[in-house]
Structure formats: C-alpha cells, structure tokens
C-alpha cells in the first residue's frame, strides 16, 4: 500500500496490524481530508486509555476499521480483540449467555459450562458492533460490567472480575431510541465515555479520489491490468454525494473495472451501479421503476391511508420505486407538513411506535431530503 494515500497516524496503524494480522488483514484507513487527520488525531489519544470509546457514523464509513484502529493503537494490542455483532442474538437468555458465559443446566440447551466472549477477552478489547440491537436484558449485564467492573454467568453464583475495554460502535440515533426507552440512558452514557462521530464521505473533500485510486491499484494488482477512470466519469462522480459511502465507492470502482472493454472506464461501465446502490438525483433514473409511480404511492398513503411501509418501502426494496422518486414523494409531504417529520410520519401512515424506524430508515438509505 503506498503511504501517499494514508496520513501518518494511518500509516503507523497500517504498520502495527499488518505486524499483528498480516498484510491482508491489515488496517488501511486512506483519506488525507482534515476531517480524516482529526480523526486520527482522537484516535490516537483516546487509545491509550481504558474507558469506552463509541463509534457512530452512517453505514459504510468504516466504524469498524476505526475500531480496529483504536485496539491495535492501544496498550491491550497483544491482548484478544473479540468482535460480537449485537443483532446476531435476538433472544435475551442467549445473548448474555454468549458475553457472559452460561453454567450448565442453566436453561435448555445449556448442556455444560461455557465461557463467554467477555472472559475470552480478557485484558483485551470486546467491540460490540450495531450496539443499539443489543437485547435489552444484555445492556443491564453490560452496564453493571462497566460500572462495577464485575458479572455473573447465566445460572452462575458466583461474581467474575471483568478487565475488558468496550469499543461499541452503531449508526443509529441512541438518544431517540432512549426517548423510545429501546436503549438505556445509563448505559449510553458509559458507553460513550469517549465518542467518535465518523464523517460520510461526502464530507470528507477529496478523499474519494484517494479511494478510487487506491481501489484501482489493488484491482491492477489483483488481475494484472491497470485501468483509470475517464475524465467523464471522473465528472460524475465528482459531483456525487456518496450515501452509501465507501462500500458503495468500493463496489462502483469494480463494477466499473469488470464492465469496462478498455483502458478507460466510462460512466457507462458503472451509472448503473451508482444509481441502484444510491439513486444520487445527479444520475438518469436506470431502474426499472415506472415513471409516476412515486404519485401512486403518494396517493395510496395520503387518500387510500395506507401506511408507508406497504405503499413505499416495499416497493422501494423490490426496486419498483427508486430513490430519486421516493426523495421526490417525501418532498411533497414536507411541502405539506411545512418541514416537520413528526407530521409526515403521520401523513404516511406510520404508527406512533414506529417513527424511529422510519427516520432510521431514511437516514440509513441517505433519503432525508435536503430542505
Ligand atoms: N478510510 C477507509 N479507507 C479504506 N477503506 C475503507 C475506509 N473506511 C472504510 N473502508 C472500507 O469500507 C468498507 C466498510 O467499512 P466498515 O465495515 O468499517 O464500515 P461500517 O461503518 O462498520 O459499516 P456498517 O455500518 O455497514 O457496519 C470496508 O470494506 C472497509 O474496508
Ligand atoms: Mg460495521
């Protein structure tokens, strides 16, 4: 990898976990935007101590890198770094069985004693990633962890010591999801001791040009043909605004590098791409959505009172809708509400409980409008 495209605290964390996982596995955080190097700089600080860090940004900005980052930046490098995917553990019981271990006969299932991802880690780091689906019963254990520095297994009598530092990391709101009383309050703020808000790449300047580049390299690498973006496609994605962020970047570049004949790649090779994973309004509507079908589903919601999960993230998913079109039909209904989003929920039909969901669901899909 060439240092060009990395700062000097990337550079280092490059080195250090490339030492610890190999060059393949290794930490490559490029970006050289003010953003990124500020970034960085708190990474760095926040290192080397023991308390919480939580990572928030949007999907695909590379919370779990920065996560990684921290760990192999801090004293507990050579100590267990164990990642948990909170969603994974729908059920309360399995859940803090899996962090905190279980005594045999404890519940069904629970055929012998078994340590859980807590003790594994010892010493070490335990990142909980999409921390906002963690089960409700599994943030009491959690938060007693934090603040006391002790658990008990499922079934278990006796207390276990804990030394674990927790990186946590979500794109969601917690602080609306605590007015929901989905998320505790006293956890969060243990939680979020230290907090990194990771910035989308639109925010990031010319940040994706590195990203591109350093893309197209390894795609050289890999299968041995160097190709470049075409002073066209250069234009258009320049004047992107990157919902998806750099997964989306990552998936554009090769598309693009497979779909194009010669050295060049041409807006052809990849407009597709960049409208089915982003529908970015400054792209010619490609999917197979049918013109006016945003007015449809307005109607259906405003007069025929159907809620929006039916009228439009159904057929947003099953790509009969796209996204310019939904941008296009909450437009409207702001124009309606005057702005307010609390209104607009109830204009589409979203019951009260689920107004989270469905600013999540904006949020997560880059579809709240600019007003
Ligand atoms: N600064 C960066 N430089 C190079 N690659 C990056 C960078 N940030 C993220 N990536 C790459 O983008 C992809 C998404 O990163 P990552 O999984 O860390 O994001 P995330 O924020 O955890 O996403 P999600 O919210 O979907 O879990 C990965 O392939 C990762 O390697
Ligand atoms: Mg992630």
Not at 42 to 63: D, H, T
Not at 65 to 85: H, M, T
Not at 267 to 296: I, K, M, N, Y
Request: charged share 25%.
């Amino acid at each position: 990898m060439n240092d060009e495209f990395l700062c000097d605290s990337a550079t280092r964390i490059r080195q250090l976990s490339a030492e610890k996982w190999g060059e393949e596995k290794a930490v490559e955080l490029v970006g050289r935007s003010p953003a990124m190097v500020d970034l960085l700089g708190k990474v760095e600080k926040f290192a080397r101590f023991n308390e919480p860090i939580l990572i928030v940004g949007e999907s695909g900005v590379g919370k779990e890198l920065f996560a990684k980052a921290c760990y192999i930046l801090s004293p507990r490098n050579d100590k267990p770094f164990v990642s948990v995917n909170c969603p994974q553990y729908q059920e309360g019981n399995l859940t803090v069985s899996e962090l905190f271990g279980h005594k045999k006969g404890s519940f069904t299932g629970a055929v012998c004693d078994r340590r859980g991802l807590f003790e594994t880690a010892d010493r070490g780091v335990v990142f909980l990633d999409e921390i906002a689906d963690l089960h409700l019963s599994a943030q009491v254990m959690l938060l007693r962890a934090l603040a006391e520095g002790e658990f008990r297994a499922v079934g278990g009598t006796e207390t276990q010591t804990v030394n674990v530092r927790v990186i946590a990391a979500t794109n969601r709101l917690l602080q609306e999801m605590i007015v929901a009383k989905e998320f505790r309050n006293d956890l969060y703020f243990r939680l979020c001791y230290f907090r990194l808000d990771v910035p989308p790449l639109r925010d990031r300047g010319d940040d994706w040009r590195l990203l591109l580049e350093q893309n197209l390299r390894r795609l050289a690498v890999t299968y041995g043909v160097r190709k470049t973006f075409s002073d066209r496609s250069l234009e258009l994605l320049a004047s992107h605004k990157w919902p998806g962020n750099i997964r989306e970047l990552k998936s554009i570049v090769t598309i693009g590098y497979s779909l194009s004949d010669g050295e060049f790649i041409e807006p052809c090779d990849f407009e597709a791409q960049l409208e089915r994973s982003c529908g970015s309004a400054t792209v010619a509507a490609t999917s197979a959505a049918s013109p006016g079908a945003e007015v449809d589903s307005y109607v259906r919601m405003v007069d025929g009172k159907e809620c929006f999960w039916d009228a439009v993230y159904a057929p947003f998913m099953e790509r009969d809708l796209n996204r310019t079109q939904v941008r296009q039909l909450l437009q409207r209904g702001l124009t309606e509400t005057a702005g307010n989003y609390t209104r607009l929920a109830n204009l589409f039909n979203v019951p009260t409980d689920q107004y989270h969901k469905f600013m999540d669901f904006l949020r997560h899909h880059g579809l709240k409008p600019e007003r």
